[in-house]
């Protein structure tokens, strides 16, 4: 039986206090407002190209989630949408292509890493065993983010992206440290 994500809170190194859960349809408004608030290299790092507004109708199907082949988790701080952690299914349906994005004041804090890693265990336990990332080759600390997980990345260029493949390991739920 599918497990349901809930709710989690935790603490960043610095204190900072996070509450992690997976996305929801009402936050439509709180995923458009944190969008504006990128700047503009992190947009164009998740979206490889410039992409200053996220429409509405964009923003709903972000949000609208199975929690089984495709879910998303987001990252809060007090009230505002700092992060988002996302996978879709694709071919073989034992793989899953991943994105993250965090607001820039979050970044380099350590929150990529608990994402990855939570995403990973959510994705397991939905039978993902592979997970897949797009990375443009400029973007360093996203090339980082899986490998300094502790994943097992196997890097390929594909039409002058960075394409990291890794294993997800058995039993990521419990295999995976907590922070």
Not at 89 to 101: G, H, L, M
């Amino acid at each position: 039986m599918l497990k349901v994500m809930e709710m989690e809170n935790i603490a960043l190194a610095d204190g900072t206090e996070i509450r992690i859960r997976p996305i929801e349809p009402g936050d439509v408004a709180a995923l458009m407002e944190f969008h504006e608030g990128l700047s503009f290299g992190t947009v164009y790092r998740r979206f490889f190209g410039i992409h200053p507004h996220l429409g509405i109708h964009e923003a709903e199907h972000f949000c609208e989630v199975d929690n089984v082949n495709r879910l998303a988790l987001v990252a809060m701080a007090d009230d505002s949408l700092v992060g988002i952690a996302r996978m879709e299914r694709v071919e073989p349906a034992t793989t899953a292509e991943v994105a993250f994005v965090l607001a820039d004041r979050f970044q380099h804090r350590g929150l990529g890493r608990v994402l990855a890693l939570r995403l990973a265990a959510a994705a397991s336990e939905r039978g993902i065993t592979e997970l897949v990332a797009d990375i443009l080759p400029d973007n360093l600390p996203m090339l980082r983010l899986l490998p300094d997980a502790g994943f097992a990345v196997t890097v390929s260029l594909v039409g002058g992206i960075v394409r990291q493949t890794c294993p997800i390991p058995i039993q990521a739920g419990t295999a995976f440290p907590a922070q």
